[in-house]
């Protein structure tokens, strides 16, 4: 319609100092949105409006970062303002360990922002952990990055955000494999052990595939305990969904883990997401170890 005004979507990047947030702010300018960082919340809806109408012509969205030192109390009436006006948020969470937040912060010789209140690093690290909670809870998308370079956040970041742009509100489902010897994501929201499974590690002509290949797909899940397990598994996670998001839930993370992260985990959460993608749930995949199983 001619006139009409075009709301482009806002992206509101987040996280804990120190987890990648201007990183992850830089790859949202590389996708070709305009990008504004340490704006105060209560001046958010104001940008949001003036960037409407000429803006879309040259920008793919807006892209608001918000740190420790920006949050007070209005970020969640200035982002019910921005929906108000029609636009559509979603929220990008990064975060990471303390212990790896400590390691970077010892490597760049910064002091971190919550310092300057009298807390030592580690203090520092968990009060701000505690104070931006509602927002982690509130996100879209939540990335830890420990472990992770800065070309590993970058692509992470950019494959996600494929499955999530412009999907609306509706709940997004993470399926993650990973391996126990290296720990649980802390992201997880459900976890699943299925080290019960026949393990193909111990098959000489197996081991050095992974659960993408056909060979180990047919091992695992066709072994009388995968055909048993995977039906009641995503019979279990399309009745539990609906039950998340009736309670507001954004996003859940399900994680399932074996020995390596490499063979049974990958095969299965490689069938949970076709199945759940099938079912019409926003998918994304992640295989957190296998190139280290």
């Not at 201007?22 to 940008?47: H, I, Q, R, W």
């Not at 390691?103 to 505690?130: F, M, N, Q």
């Not at 970041?157 to 997004?172: I, N, V």
């Amino acid at each position: 319609m001619p006139g009409a005004s075009v709301h482009l979507p806002v992206v509101v990047i987040t996280g804990l100092s120190g987890s990648g947030k201007s990183t992850a702010l830089n790859v949202f300018e590389d996708m070709g949105y305009f990008c504004v960082d340490g704006l105060p919340p209560v001046l958010m809806p104001k940008l949001a409006s003036l960037f409407q109408g000429q803006a879309a012509v040259r920008h793919r969205g807006l892209a608001l970062g918000l740190g420790a030192t920006d949050l007070d109390d209005s970020w969640e009436t200035a982002l019910g303002e921005i929906r108000a006006s029609g636009s559509h948020i979603q929220i990008v969470f990064v975060e990471a360990s303390t212990q790896e937040i400590m390691r970077r912060y010892a490597t760049t010789r910064r002091p971190h922002p919550y310092e300057s209140e009298g807390y030592g690093l580690g203090e520092a690290v968990d009060e701000e952990r505690r104070r931006m909670a509602p927002l982690h809870d509130a996100a879209d998308l939540v990335m830890d990055t420990t472990g992770f370079s800065v070309h590993d956040l970058r692509r992470q970041l950019q494959e996600k955000w494929m499955f999530l742009e412009g999907q609306g509100t509706a709940m997004k489902v993470h399926v993650m494999s990973f391996g126990f010897k290296y720990g649980i994501p802390a992201e997880s929201d459900l976890v699943f052990d299925l080290r019960f499974l026949p393990n193909p590690y111990f098959e000489a002509g197996l081991k050095p595939l992974s659960g993408q290949d056909k060979a180990i797909v047919d091992y695992v899940l066709e072994s009388p305990q995968g055909k048993a397990f995977l039906p009641r598994l995503v019979d279990f996670l399309r009745q539990m969904l609906p039950l998340y998001a009736q309670e507001g839930r954004y996003r859940l993370t399900v994680a399932v883990g074996c020995t390596g992260g490499r063979h049974r985990s990958v095969a299965v959460a490689e069938a949970v997401f076709d199945s759940l993608r099938e079912a019409g749930y926003t998918m994304t995949l992640e295989h957190r170890h296998i190139e280290k199983g």
